[in-house]
């Protein structure tokens, strides 16, 4: 036997005694030989809760967290941020781990919403380490700095708690993503701000680099600044023969306006303009890329001889169709922790996977009362129901709790049908319960169903003769 299987062989006896204290001694050893082993970590930070140890706790549970996502079995990690966010509600901080997590599994929206939670968690504790926080914040800027909905809650919540430095560097990358974005309108705002702040060599150096200089266009220098001199000197050339066609003959023009040429729509940003672009974004983002519809030009009448041709209008933008919510769109806490439930409506099948195997991982330690709660949780799955609920009965068997282990297992098994190979296990163990009952007619006929269908799973051939003499 190997040192760390002879470690972890003693650890798990210390662990069924209860004996936390030489528990932690024997996993602190085993996480020595084996540190790239999550599992480990994990076990102990439980073993740590058992002693009233949360800080300890607490640092072994981050050990596993990063260790799972570090060998990308990232559902785990996932499934140990929940617990910690259960066990050590005071531990915002590891909303920040979900969202990092997250991101590295491509679930950009959840991400951002996790971020968002944390800031708000934030936002109403009493004391916070401003320098730790700021860190941190900074840290969540780095990861989404195409996201100007986060961009703007760090630094606003930077600024509340006094971090102004920090903040103005948040406000760069939010200037930044909205000259990306196309959101005029939003970086003037968000310049002016810096500028007010002493960041303003710094703003101007990043709208300078932005596409067209990061000019507004508006209605009034769209023609000035937007086209070209040849473009202007087209129009110009244009505009007082157009007049002189359209008046009477020997009498004065009608008095109107000049007609306001139709800019191009690529070369326009009008004040809806960036809520356009934000609603065809996310309607892109969850439909994937459609071709654009675009009206087509009303044909125009043949010039007659006192009438000039008049340039063809360009066909406008049609309306968009109202779109889902934006990715950038906040989400409230209690979506976010609603979802941390044990098995909840929100949990996908791989968090109900990350219970299951989390419970397995308790039922081999026989921390019972852990297993269970996690088989609870996956047994909300349809995929994992039926396993879960064999599981269950399991760990009432262990504590020799006949009578649950009966209604857990007999509930399994209306499930699945007798011919099922699933039902073997659930039938085995529910002849194991009526034994410990003390039902042996009971028993027998569960052992004769298995006996019947595998003569050579597990020990049941023993078992069905010692029930039968």
Same mark, same amino acid.
């Given at each position: 036997?190997?040192?760390?299987?002879?470690?972890?062989?003693?650890?798990?006896?210390?662990?069924?005694?209860?004996?936390?204290?030489?528990?932690?001694?024997?996993?602190?050893?085993?996480?020595?030989?084996?540190?790239?082993?999550?599992?480990?970590?994990?076990?102990?930070?439980?073993?740590?809760?058992?002693?009233?140890?949360?800080?300890?706790?607490?640092?072994?549970?981050?050990?596993?967290?990063?260790?799972?996502?570090?060998?990308?079995?990232?559902?785990?990690?996932?499934?140990?941020?929940?617990?910690?966010?259960?066990?050590?509600?005071?531990?915002?901080?590891?909303?920040?781990?979900?969202?990092?997590?997250?991101?590295k599994q491509g679930l950009a929206r959840e991400a951002?919403?996790?971020?968002?939670?944390?800031?708000?968690?934030?936002?109403?504790?009493?004391?916070?380490?401003?320098?730790?926080?700021?860190?941190? @914040?900074?840290?969540?800027?780095?990861?989404?700095?195409?996201?100007?909905?986060?961009?703007?809650?760090?630094?606003?919540?930077?600024?509340?708690?006094?971090?102004?430095?920090?903040?103005?560097?948040?406000?760069?990358?939010?200037?930044?993503?909205?000259?990306?974005?196309?959101? @005029?309108?939003?970086?003037?705002?968000?310049?002016?701000?810096?500028?007010?702040?002493?960041?303003?060599?710094?703003?101007?150096?990043?709208?300078?680099?932005?596409?067209?200089?990061?000019?507004v266009i508006t209605e009034e220098n769209i023609w000035?600044?937007?086209?070209?001199? +040849?473009?202007?000197?087209?129009?110009?050339?244009?505009?007082?023969?157009?007049?002189?066609?359209?008046?009477?003959? +020997?009498?004065?023009?009608?008095?109107?306006?000049?007609?306001?040429?139709?800019?191009?729509?690529?070369?326009?940003?009008?004040?809806?303009?960036?809520?356009?672009?934000?609603?065809?974004?996310?309607?892109?983002?969850?439909?994937?890329?459609?071709?654009?519809?675009?009206?087509?030009?009303?044909?125009?009448?043949?010039?007659?001889?006192?009438?000039?041709?008049?340039?063809?209008?360009?066909?406008?933008?049609? @309306?968009?169709?109202?779109?889902?919510?934006?990715?950038?769109?906040?989400?409230?806490?209690?979506?976010?922790?609603?979802?941390?439930?044990?098995?909840?409506?929100?949990?996908?099948?791989?968090?109900?996977?990350?219970?299951?195997?989390?419970?397995?991982?308790?039922?081999?330690?026989?921390?019972?009362?852990?297993?269970?709660?996690?088989?609870?949780?996956?047994?909300?799955?349809?995929?994992?129901?039926?396993?879960?609920?064999?599981?269950?009965?399991?760990?009432?068997?262990?504590?020799?709790?006949?009578?649950?282990?009966?209604?857990?297992?007999?509930?399994?098994?209306?499930?699945?049908?007798?011919?099922?190979?699933?039902?073997?296990?659930?039938?085995?163990?529910?002849?194991?319960?009526?034994?410990?009952?003390?039902?042996?007619?009971?028993?027998?006929?569960?052992?004769?169903?298995?006996?019947?269908?595998?003569?050579?799973?597990?020990?049941?051939?023993?078992?069905?003769?010692?029930?039968?003499?």
């Open positions: 036997m190997s040192k760390v299987n002879s470690i972890r062989k003693k650890a798990l006896e210390l662990v069924r005694k209860q004996d936390w204290v030489s528990a932690v001694k024997e996993y602190k050893r085993l996480a020595e030989l084996d540190q790239s082993n999550p599992n480990v970590f994990n076990e102990l930070g439980d073993i740590y809760l058992k002693t009233g140890n949360k800080s300890e706790a607490y640092d072994a549970f981050l050990h596993a967290i990063d260790s799972y996502t570090h060998v990308s079995l990232h559902n785990n990690a996932v499934a140990v941020c929940k617990k910690v966010l259960r066990l050590l509600p005071a531990r915002i901080e590891v909303l920040t781990k979900l969202g990092y997590i997250r991101l951002e919403s996790y971020y968002l939670s944390y800031l708000d968690k934030v936002a109403g504790e009493t004391s916070v380490d401003v320098g730790e926080f700021a860190r941190i @914040a900074g840290e969540i800027a780095e990861a989404m700095p195409n996201s100007p909905a986060l961009l703007q809650r760090v630094a606003q919540t930077m600024e509340q708690l006094g971090a102004d430095d920090p903040a103005g560097r948040v406000h760069l990358k939010l200037l930044r993503a909205h000259h990306d974005t196309g959101n @005029a309108a939003a970086a003037e705002a968000v310049q002016a701000k810096l500028s007010e702040k002493g960041f303003g060599d710094e703003a101007a150096a990043i709208r300078s680099s932005a596409p067209d200089g990061g000019k000035t600044e937007a086209h070209t001199a +040849g473009e202007r000197m087209d129009v110009e050339s244009r505009a007082p023969a157009t007049a002189e066609a359209a008046s009477p003959p +020997g009498g004065s023009p009608p008095a109107q306006s000049p007609p306001e040429p139709v800019p191009a729509e690529d070369d326009v940003d009008g004040p809806d303009a960036p809520a356009e672009a934000e609603a065809t974004e996310a309607a892109e983002t969850a439909a994937g890329p459609v071709a654009e519809p675009r009206a087509e030009p009303a044909p125009s009448p043949p010039p007659g001889p006192s009438q000039a041709a008049e340039p063809e209008p360009v066909a406008k933008r049609p @309306a968009p169709a109202p779109a889902p919510r934006a990715a950038s769109d906040p989400v409230h806490v209690s979506a976010i922790f609603d979802e941390m439930g044990d098995g909840g409506d929100g949990s996908s099948e791989e968090d109900y996977r990350s219970h299951y195997d989390l419970g397995m991982a308790y039922l081999e330690m026989e921390l019972f009362a852990d297993a269970v709660r996690e088989f609870q949780a996956a047994s909300t799955s349809t995929q994992f129901r039926v396993k879960s609920l064999e599981m269950i009965g399991l760990c009432f068997l262990r504590q020799n709790q006949a009578g649950l282990a009966i209604k857990q297992l007999t509930k399994g098994l209306s499930m699945v049908g007798d011919g099922d190979r699933d039902a073997l296990g659930i039938k085995y163990n529910l002849g194991l319960a009526y034994e410990m009952a003390g039902d042996l007619e009971k028993a027998r006929s569960q052992f004769e169903d298995v006996y019947v269908i595998d003569v050579t799973f597990r020990d049941v051939s023993e078992k069905l003769a010692k029930c039968t003499s």
